[in-house]
């Protein structure tokens, strides 16, 4: 026969440590103002009870949904399709499964998709929100600023004026693209090419500027637009070997870009490294050991960022000092393989 005994109420705790509800609720609840022998009462009578609360009635009563709305601002095909969102998700999802919190992920189609995600984070459904794969021109951190969700962003904000108590986690991407090519120049390379990520993110637009930092002026015609795609790093390569044939060096955006160009450098004869050397930026190693040859890159702990920003957002008041902007720049290292 099936044991359909009732579960525990919080009136059945109350009787059993001797005090009221109210008192029960304040201690369940995380609440202030219960002097320490009536917490341990309750907590004993909550133990020997077996009380579970109704999850229900704890959020009217804290506000809190043990819940946490992860924003990318990218089309799902995208999402889906490149690695990096993965790794970033699965060092989130690692953090917040550790502390109870639950992952709400929301995806943008398009712009009419920004103002649902407003009116959904606005509504009170999650205790905050980790924001990352913005555009210089996306309305969501307005809208995320209004609907007054305590937030962490992923990447360099590029849009922070006027926005208060911005908190970001990034990687150093300037400092990890000046690397890159140094150790191009270093291996004898004169014409060192750049292809860039999409320029509308400030990820591609500091990995711009490392290359800048190295090769100023001189590389200016040999810099080519991509948009963090293998099909965009195809389209790059072919444009620059058309517009500079004698290039002798490529720093890709990321591994997706470079990954599209050595295919491109493939069909055209080019051998890597002999005739042409490629560093991308990621070491997503999917991508990296799997490419042919296999690709020196820049390395970016994704996995660690997606957790640090849950991290910041959990206990974003004891790990960070008071103050505007609060941002976590976390190292990039140079993994060398043989295609440099």
Avoid at 71 to 92: H, K, N, S, Y
Avoid at 261 to 281: H, K, N, Q, S, T
Wanted: net charge negative; with cysteine.
């Amino acid at each position: 026969m099936t044991d359909t005994a009732p579960r525990p109420t919080l009136e059945a705790v109350a009787a059993r440590a001797g005090v009221s509800r109210a008192t029960v609720s304040r201690v369940v609840n995380g609440g202030d103002g219960v002097r320490e022998p009536l917490v341990e009462r309750v907590r004993r009578a909550v133990e020997e009870l077996g009380y579970v609360p109704n999850q229900a009635a704890r959020s009217l009563v804290t506000r809190r949904h043990d819940a946490v709305a992860v924003v990318v601002a990218e089309p799902e095909t995208r999402v889906f399709a490149d690695p990096f969102f993965a790794l970033q998700l699965r060092g989130i999802s690692k953090e917040l499964t550790a502390h109870d919190n639950q992952l709400v992920l929301l995806l943008t189609e398009g712009r009419d998709d920004h103002a649902r995600v407003g009116r959904y984070l606005a509504g009170g459904h999650v205790d905050g929100a980790l924001v990352f794969s913005l555009h210089l021109d996306d309305p969501l951190p307005g809208l995320i600023q209004r609907a007054g969700v305590p937030t962490v962003f992923g990447g360099r904000p590029g849009w922070s004026d006027g926005l208060r108590d911005v908190v970001y986690v990034d990687s150093d991407n300037r400092g990890g693209a000046r690397d890159a090519v140094r150790h191009l120049v270093g291996l004898g390379r004169t014409r060192v090419a750049h292809i860039t990520g999409a320029l509308d993110q400030t990820s591609a637009v500091d990995r711009l500027e490392g290359f800048k930092d190295v090769m100023g002026d001189a590389g200016r015609e040999l810099v080519v637009r991509g948009d963090f795609t293998p099909a965009g790093g195809e389209r790059a390569m072919r444009e620059l070997l058309d517009r500079c044939p004698d290039v002798d060096a490529v720093f890709a955006a990321n591994d997706l870009t470079a990954a599209g160009a050595l295919r491109v450098l493939r069909e055209r004869g080019r051998r890597v490294p002999e005739d042409v050397a490629v560093i991308g930026f990621d070491d997503m190693l999917p991508i990296a050991e799997q490419t042919d040859p296999p690709l020196t890159t820049v390395r970016q702990d994704i996995e660690e960022m997606g957790r640090l920003m849950a991290r910041l957002l959990l206990h974003g008041d004891e790990e960070t000092p008071p103050g505007t902007p609060a941002g976590v720049v976390l190292p990039t290292t140079l993994v060398r393989r043989a295609s440099a």
